[in-house]
């Protein structure tokens, strides 16, 4: 057996691995094997070579991510107890059931697989590699889903990853781009609404899973209120809010392909319904056209704008001039769900944007409540980062 190739880490560069944190950043490198490749599973020591963890190596910031704090073979039956574990913490918390067939199955390192996410639409799994050694394990990953999930559940698995890798993925219908069957359902069931999936060519896996707490609370509070969508993609927020009993919704996104499905979805639940509208426009040009005090209950939820740390301060100027915007337009009583999906925007920091646009609208509001991403997003406790989702609910006087 080949020896696993090792990493040697700078003098006191281990401490935050002794505390379980599962990314070894590039400048605490001290050491490593000249024929190294991308993907490459990879022990990690400390200067005095004490074990620290395994896990995939890649080029950039981030240089290892621990897969394992044990000294462990990382092959198939490593994958089948993870996948197995996160599909046991779902089923315990009742997260999958006749209501509700879409959840998120691995949450990268929140379900200790850092690289990998895996959403549940229906019998369909959507597999997503943000790593290359994630890319280079799909194959056992795929093997390991056929043993943990059972047969009626899991017909599809549909690899979604030419967007995600740091190349472009050699990845055809030939080389499993759609792996182990071909007629995915056509729609998914979130607590009992029902959504057209595109996780063909749609953004992220499809569907924006990590809100569904979050559109049930929006349609707790839509009774009789007239609700904008901005940034909308596929109407989520939108169709909960009909349900909820909106007088009326209005949903906005860049995207005319978005638009449509976000129609097709107030159709496949509700049929024709007069009360919604449907706008492929730019959301800040809408906002900024928009009469004031024509809508009382507005869902600001736009995609990241920090992506990387050196764009944090460019972002926070977008939300305060984002949420700014808004303040100045909903009525008085009118309800803001606002929100950040940025991993480098802590939750201080998304505040304290919001807050500087309520000071600078002169508006009174308050705090109702501060959201975040749902059980089937887990955040590792020794890896905060995984908090991605900051989301505020404000009362606007």
């Known amino acids: 057996m080949t020896a696993m190739p090792q990493i040697i880490l700078h003098p006191k560069k281990d401490e935050s691995l002794k505390r379980f944190h599962p990314w ?20 990690v020591v400390s200067h005095e070579g004490a074990f620290l963890g395994v896990g995939h190596f890649q080029i950039g910031s981030i240089a290892v991510r621990i897969l394992s704090f044990s000294d462990e073979t990382i092959d198939a039956r490593f994958f089948e107890k ?20 879409t959840c998120r199955l691995v949450h990268g390192e929140g379900d200790g697989l850092p690289g990998l996410i895996i959403d549940m639409y229906g019998n ?18 795929l093997d390991a889903l056929r043993k943990v999930i059972p047969a009626d559940t899991l017909q599809n698995v549909y690899y979604k990853s030419e967007g995600t890798l740091p190349f472009k993925a050699d990845i055809s219908p030939e080389d499993g781009y759609l792996l182990g069957g071909k007629n995915a359902d056509a729609f998914a ?38 609700v904008l969508n901005l940034f909308c993609y596929t109407g989520g ?17 860049s995207s005319a392909k978005a638009v449509m499905i976000a129609e097709e979805n107030v159709k496949l639940n509700f049929g024709e319904e007069p009360r919604h509208a449907a706008y492929a426009e730019d959301a800040f040009r809408y906002l900024k056209q928009l009469a004031p005090a024509t809508c009382d209950l507005m869902i600001l939820d736009p995609p990241a704008f920090a992506k990387h740390r050196g764009a944090i301060n460019n972002a926070l100027q977008g939300y305060k001039k984002l949420n700014l915007a808004a303040l100045q337009k909903i009525a008085p009583g009118g309800i803001l769900f606002t929100f950040s999906c940025s991993q480098v925007i802590s939750k201080e920091q998304f505040r304290l ?10 508006r009174q509001v308050k705090i109702l409540h501060q959201l975040t991403q749902p059980e089937d997003h887990p955040v590792n406790i020794f890896h905060p980062e995984g908090e991605y989702l900051k989301g505020l609910v404000l009362y606007v006087e």
């Open 24 to 43: 070894v950043f590039s400048g605490a490198v001290a050491q490593k094997p000249d024929h190294l490749r991308e993907g490459d599973i990879v022990r």
């Open 189 to 226: 069931v979130e607590n009992g609404l029902k959504f057209h999936i595109d996780w063909l060519k749609g953004q992220k896996t499809g569907f924006f899973v990590d809100q569904r707490n979050n559109r049930r609370l929006l349609e707790s509070l839509s009774s009789n209120r007239r």
């Open 82 to 101: 993870r996948l197995s574990d996160a599909y046991s913490m779902r089923l315990a918390l009742g997260l999958v059931n006749p209501s509700n067939n």
């Open 237 to 253: 927020f939108s169709v909960y809010a009909l349900r909820g009993g909106a007088q009326s919704v209005h949903s906005v996104d």
């Open 353 to 362: 944007a919001v807050f500087s646009a309520a000071a600078i609208s002169g």
């Open 124 to 141: 369909t799994a959507v597999v997503q590699a943000h790593s290359v050694g994630m890319h280079e394990a799909r194959w056992q990953l």
